[in-house]
T-cell receptor
């Protein structure tokens, strides 16, 4: 499968824990975008990364959220000290011009 | 101001009929791209169709076509011969910027229900 990979598909965390979401782009793509989708809402842009470089993080909350895309390995979206409002679907997309999306990670904060 | 506007929160269509989902956009860039994605109840985002701002002809992909009216800044999705499996959320998106700095903006979506 040469598509965008995300794991885990479902993640349950208690308030105050950390959530780590992983994304491997399509083969040949070096650009990764992260989006958040609240129930019954559209996609909200969070961050755009290239390998070892954050291009645009204008959609990232200032606190508790961080993202990286190391030279080797997947892109990681990290949410520290999760709160119930972080419960959402988090989508990663990779782009070579057209964005292709991963299956998403459904985060549930108890 | 909204950069991508989808004014129809919900639409119904009879099976085998055609349906048009509206999308208008706002940009001052001469070069941009327009996309439609389908999100079924299972949650994944599926790329359907792309139209470049310089493309002379409307894009088509099977039963999907994009009615691109540049002067009106509209990029409506037309689904012909609707099927029950077309029931889903549909998102319009616009790409701005240049390669290496692309930014994608999504509309709020239209929920399509195909009736048997």
């Amino acid at each position: 499968n040469a598509g965008v990979m995300q794991n885990p598909r479902h993640l349950v965390r208690r308030r105050g824990q950390e959530a780590r979401l992983r994304c491997s782009p399509m083969k040949g793509h070096s650009h990764v975008y992260w989006y958040r989708q609240l129930p019954e809402e559209g996609l909200k842009f969070m961050v755009y990364l290239q390998k070892e470089n954050i291009i645009d993080e204008s959609g990232m909350p200032k606190e508790r959220f961080s993202a990286e895309f190391p030279k080797e390995g997947p892109s990681i979206l990290r949410i520290q000290q999760v709160v119930r409002g972080d419960s959402a679907a988090y989508f990663c997309a990779s782009s070579g011009g057209t964005q292709y999306f991963g299956p998403g990670t459904r985060l549930l904060v108890l | 101001a909204q950069k991508i506007t989808q004014t129809q929160p919900g639409m119904f269509v009879q099976e085998k009929e055609a349906v048009t989902l509206d999308c208008t956009y706002d940009t001052s860039d001469p070069s941009y791209g327009l996309f439609w994605y389908k999100q079924p109840s299972s949650g994944e985002m599926i790329f359907l169709i792309y139209q470049g701002s310089y493309d002379q002809q409307n894009a088509t992909e099977g039963r999907y076509s994009l009615n691109f009216q540049k002067a009106r800044k509209s990029a409506n999705l037309v689904i012909s011969a609707s099927q029950l499996g077309d029931s889903a959320m549909y998102f319009c998106a616009m790409r701005e910027g240049t390669s290496g700095t692309y930014k994608y903006i999504f509309g709020t979506g239209t929920r399509l229900k195909v009736l048997a």
